[in-house]
């Protein structure tokens, strides 16, 4: 599936947790077509004085319901009128858009670290992990116990709770996650099966942090990274990446990049 502009009509849009909500869309195309850590780029009607589509990547999707899910943090103007999006509202979105997360063919064991609504990029990747046989873990990490809502999801994907970190000690471990990252790699050293591949989603810091310590251990990481974004397919340059190899453009050279190409800011 090349890049369409298509319909989406709602199917349930439900708060989570504080300004954490998960939107159920049906989209037929994009639910067949989306690769693991592509986007779609969504229109938030009726906002005259906001035109521009706002991205989201896919967090989970039912491909014989044709639906999709996104999960959306409000905190603009966008996202805050999507919060009253009742079922059987139609938008128009643009999918599916970007570079998908790409692990090595011959990756046994992988580690997933997401941070607040990063967990949701690595939802599909750790569903298409775990089909192709490859021994997963996953680390998140949130502000609070209530923050951390992706948490069910990945045990039941991975048939086992993630490993998780809060900054007020409320569930978890209390602190960051690159503390369970720099665990995670020195108990896969002494049990003689490192990991091949790790890929990272949250806020910058966590993304930078977790990066080094991959680097450092000489595991292959890739990470997802958020830009604010105007046209969503490359061609206003207002998603620019700083790379080893010049500037790139997080919607269509991205989202997905691989970590010791980013100059991080």
């Known amino acids: 599936m090349g890049l369409e502009d298509i319909q989406a009509r709602v ?7 504080e300004n954490l909500w998960l939107m159920e869309l049906e989209c037929p195309n994009v639910a067949a077509n989306i690769m693991p850590g592509q986007f779609v780029h969504l229109e938030v009607p009726d906002l005259q004085a906001n035109i521009l589509r ?12 044709g639906t999709v899910e996104v999960l959306y943090q409000a905190v603009g103007i966008g996202t805050r009128a999507m919060r009253t999006w009742e079922p059987g509202l139609v ?8 570079r998908p997360w790409e692990v090595p063919y011959d990756t046994e064991r992988a580690l997933l670290v997401g941070g607040g609504v990063g967990a949701a990029p690595l939802n599909l990747l750790c569903q298409e992990l775990m089909a192709s046989d490859v021994d997963v ?26 490993a998780c970190s809060t900054d007020d000690g409320t569930y978890g471990r209390e602190g960051f996650a690159t503390m369970l990252v720099e665990e995670a790699l020195a108990r896969a050293q002494a049990e003689g099966r490192p990991y091949d591949y790790a890929a990272v989603c949250g806020p910058e810091p966590l993304m930078r942090a977790a990066s080094q310590l991959f680097m450092e251990a000489g ?22 990446v700083d790379t080893a190899s010049g500037k790139k453009r997080a919607c269509v050279d991205g989202p997905i990049f691989d970590a010791e190409e980013v100059l991080w800011r």
Request: proline content about 3%.
């Open 54 to 65: 706002r991205p989201f990547s896919i967090f989970d999707r039912d491909e014989d319901a």
């Open 11 to 17: 199917r349930a849009n439900k708060q989570l947790f």
């Open 91 to 98: 938008t128009r979105m643009i999918g599916c858009i970007g």
């Open 219 to 240: 595991v292959r990481c890739q990470v997802s990274l958020e830009r604010r974004m105007a046209c969503g397919v490359g061609a206003c340059l207002s998603c620019v």
């Open 137 to 162: 873990d996953v680390i998140l990490g949130a502000q609070t116990e209530g923050a951390l809502v992706c948490r069910a999801r990945y045990e039941r994907t991975c048939g086992r709770e993630p």
